[in-house]
């Protein structure tokens, strides 16, 4: 569905599928039917995968013969993800377009144990063997027909079988234990189901009538086998018995599956409390806060004895800019001993967001009080004490001569990446980055009238850099993105306005709401003198969301810790390399980072830093202290141990001085690539969300970047990693010409920047036209010929200038 002006219209909370550019691994189950008798089979197949897997909700691609959609309303009922599909037969398993790994079942199976080992096979076709003579399975019998099947579909670069899983060629079967698919017929005389038994199969044996689909089976039928037929008929549940036994179930349960079985709650009796916060949790974690206050809303109304709903119920009010409403329940939240810490940090930063900072700081001291060693109430004391000392502003410009800049300026132990990003803006436009020349307002505080103000009274307000449109960072029901600033504001700005090298960040995967971000971003671009992204893929992706007459407003500029060493002076003089690799890894996020992959990503960076390790020194660079959760993965699960750099307590030059001195960094985070290519250092990148792929495709160098989703991840790495460290000179060369085409875009924006701001060049000369090297290869040309369109209109903006 489109608008009249053909902007897409986005799914309430649609997920953000960007797998082609991240290498992410889609999974799903499939099952044929062949008719309306399997039907109730296939339902106690999904019943026992809940309540075996309760975390566990990929797509249920069901095959059938051509049944009407109705057949699989009850189906539905059980599983959120259940996609209907015609066939012509069970090996069409072989053909699901749109997924890299295939777990094909029957309806003659249920799932009595844990699948994470089947969803984390990578090669081949996993099956059990036929049995043999004896009945049990035998590696040279091939495979069966009804048997499960783990399926890699990269692998499967031969034609297709159309007959039976028997003609896959040997060299890509990968045998599995008979536990993963335990034929019932071998527990004859009533022998129990053994232990570990991950899907119990009670497909006939070959030449025997098939057993009953439609609930228990005929006496002659389970004669011997009761023990088996015992553990089938725990799953023999009506709707109302199975939604329960689900929710009864501890531990953690799967944000798509929980709510889709337990909503509409039943009329009548409220439902226990712990499960509406769960699923309010869920709600929030989507964008969802107006059904999370909802669902909360209704639940402690009179309740003033429900400390943690009232905190939750605060932090999505807050999410939706009711700012009054979320601190009366986050004030109930202190009441409790157990949340009182969590809820004053929550009251801190509620008060900061609104300009509060003497009462954030006491918010925060009372929660130290409450909790001394508590790190988020710590921080925001620090944060609004160092606030309140007097700085440089007494002596600063006149308002009239500064420029406003809106961005997230980390502090303590913030993101290291967040800390030197505003000061790299700052010196494409001033020599002088400090509070003399420019005006701080946090993207996070709500602009109000004061704030409007202070905006209005300088030169110009410049919005960026960074991942700025991104949902779930400090939402806010304002504007839907990072910046907490209402449309009637926004549209009340008088001074020049310009968004300079902003990123698109929705991670892949990630659901988010985007009606309120689109309008904002609509109202954005109107107001914007300039609006540039920092890629082609935030470029791409943002135009997506504006109507046809916005489109052209949105133009490249590429992040300024790209081109630091044209920034300034001392990076560009040549460096004094020491003998090491750097490593950086992200864990925000980490399910939407590795999905099923972790434990490979894990295992494959440990054989590549044993490899790289004997040609340079191998270091962990944390811009974050959660960053580190790798080296202690690492030396956990492979017993290396990699000595850490910590830069979130560097300084800038601190930061900058080590990616400059090193040979090569490996890195995740988007300025763990960024920032050592702008000081002239070269890169591989370990893609994880789509902005890496997006960086690398703007320098034409997509080979400088491997998925973590990536098989032989491991070996690309020290591949790549030993090419880069045997001709180093020729990588740092090849960093510099990628750069000057960087440089030469970003000089073009400010010349037309300038314009806007008044402001002498802080370089000197005159911009170069826009450099664009031509692609290595055809693949790489239809990326490019976005880039070279972008160019074509840059460089006749500046002809018309001059």
Known sequence: MTTNDSTPVAGSASADDRRAVTGK??????????????????????????????????????????????????????????????????????????????????????????????????????????????????????????????????????????????????????????????????????????????????????????????????????????????????????????????????????????????????????????????????????????????????????????????????????????????????????????????????????????????????????????????????????????????????????????????????????????????????????????????????AHLLVDEAGLERLNARRAVIVGGGGLFLPDTAPNGNSGWQWNIPDDVLARITAPLAVFAVGYNVFDGQRYRRERFAASLRALVERSAFFGLRNHGSVARVRELLPASLRDKVRYQPCPTTVARHLDPRLAEPAVREDTVLINCAYDRAGLRFGHDYGHFLGEMAAAIRAVSVAAEVRYAAHMPADERFVDDLRREHGLTLPVEPLYLFSNDAIRDLYRRTRLVIGMRGHAGMIPFGCGTPVISLV????????????????????VHERALGARLAERAHAVLADHPAAVSDVHDRQRMLWSVTRDNLARLRELTGLPDPFGGSGAGVVLPAPRSAADREGAADRESTARWENAARRDRA
């Open 25 to 442: 691994r889609r999974i799903a189950f499939a099952v044929y039917v062949a008719g309306t008798d399997e039907l109730p089979g296939l339902q106690a197949l999904l019943r026992s995968l809940a309540l075996s897997n309760p975390a566990l909700c990929e797509d249920v691609v069901v095959l059938h013969p051509g049944l009407p959609d109705t057949a699989f309303d009850a189906a539905r009922r059980l599983h959120p993800r259940l996609i209907p599909r015609p066939a012509a037969g069970r090996h069409d398993v072989f053909r699901l377009d749109g997924y890299d790994t295939v777990v094909a079942l029957t309806p003659a199976m249920v799932v009595l144990g844990r699948l994470d080992a089947l969803l984390k096979l990578r090669t081949g076709v996993a099956a059990v063997p036929c049995p043999g003579p004896d009945g049990v399975p035998d590696p040279r019998g091939g495979i069966p027909d009804d048997g499960l099947l783990v399926i890699q579909r990269q692998d499967l670069d031969h034609p297709v079988p159309h007959a039976a899983p028997k003609d896959i060629p040997e060299s890509l079967l990968v045998p599995l234990d008979s536990r993963a698919d335990f034929r019932a017929r071998r527990l004859h005389d009533d022998l129990p189901v053994p232990d570990g038994v991950v899907v119990l199969n009670f497909a006939a044996a070959p030449g025997a009538p098939a057993p009953a689909r439609t609930g228990l089976a005929p006496a002659p039928a389970r004669t011997g086998l009761a023990p088996a037929h015992a553990a089938r008929d725990r799953f023999d549940l009506d709707d109302e018995a199975f939604r329960a036994a689900y929710l009864a179930l501890p531990g953690p349960k799967h944000p798509d599956l929980l709510p889709h079985l337990a909503l509409p709650f039943p009329a009548g009796a409220r439902p226990p409390i712990d499960l509406v916060r769960q699923i309010a949790e869920i709600h929030r974690g989507r964008g969802r806060h107006d059904e999370a206050v909802a669902l909360l809303g209704e639940a402690v109304a009179g309740r003033p004895d429900l400390p943690r709903c009232h905190e939750t119920l605060g932090v999505c009010l807050m999410a939706l800019s009711r700012y009054e409403e979320a601190e009366t329940h986050l004030l109930l939240a202190t009441a409790s001993p157990d949340f009182a810490p969590r809820a004053f940090g929550q009251l801190a930063r509620l008060a900061w967001l609104l300009g509060r900072t003497e009462d954030a700081r006491g918010y925060a001291l009372a929660g130290l009080e409450s909790d001394p060693t508590d790190a988020n109430c710590r921080a925001w004391y620090t944060r609004t004490t160092e606030s309140g000392i007097p700085d440089r502003a007494a002596t600063a410009a006149p308002p009239g001569e500064q420029l406003a800049h809106v961005a997230l300026f980390a502090d303590g132990e913030e993101n290291a990446g967040d800390k030197v990003l505003p000061e790299a803006v700052r010196s494409c436009f001033t020599a002088d980055t400090g509070p003399d020349r420019w005006h701080q307002q946090h």
């Open 688 to 707: 994880s969300h789509p902005k890496l792929a997006y960086f690398l495709a703007d320098i034409d160098r997509p080979d400088w970047g491997v998925s």
